[in-house]
Nanobody, 118 residues
Framework: QVQLVESGGGLVQPGGSLRLSCAAS????????MGWYRQAPGKQRELVAT???????NYADSVKGRFTISRDNAKNTVYLQMNSLKYEDTAVYYC????????????WGQGTQVTVSS
């Protein structure tokens, strides 16, 4: 129901960084948890990181220490800062709203491609 628009994907070398952005159509941060999920070819969509309305974060073990999820409530925007990128981070990254800290909700962004290649 909530419209989400993603941007920031692209091609990056191993060890490099990218920052993804997700703009929500409404002021929903006090209502919904926001999150980033990703899907690589031949694999299921998986949780990357979530952030609740209180600022509590949850990360997949594979990205902990490398990725940081944050939000700007004034802009209704959620970010994913990705550092020390690896080949296995290559996937389509989707923004999500309406779920919890460990499950997705019903609102999804269009997805943005992240490719890590040398």
């Amino acid at each position: 129901q909530v419209q989400l628009v993603e941007s920031g994907g692209g091609l990056v070398q191993p060890g490099g960084s990218l920052r993804l952005s997700c703009a929500a159509s409404g002021s929903i941060f006090s209502i919904y948890a926001m999150g980033w999920y990703r899907q690589a070819p031949g694999k299921q969509r998986e949780l990357v990181a979530t952030i609740t309305s209180r600022g509590s974060t949850n990360y997949a073990d594979s990205v902990k220490g490398r990725f940081t999820i944050s939000r700007d409530n004034a802009k209704n925007t959620v970010y994913l800062q990705m550092n020390s990128l690896k080949y296995e981070d290559t996937a389509v990254y989707y923004c999500n709203a309406g779920g919890g800290r460990d499950r997705p909700g019903g609102s999804w962004g269009q997805g943005t491609q992240v490719t890590v290649s040398s």
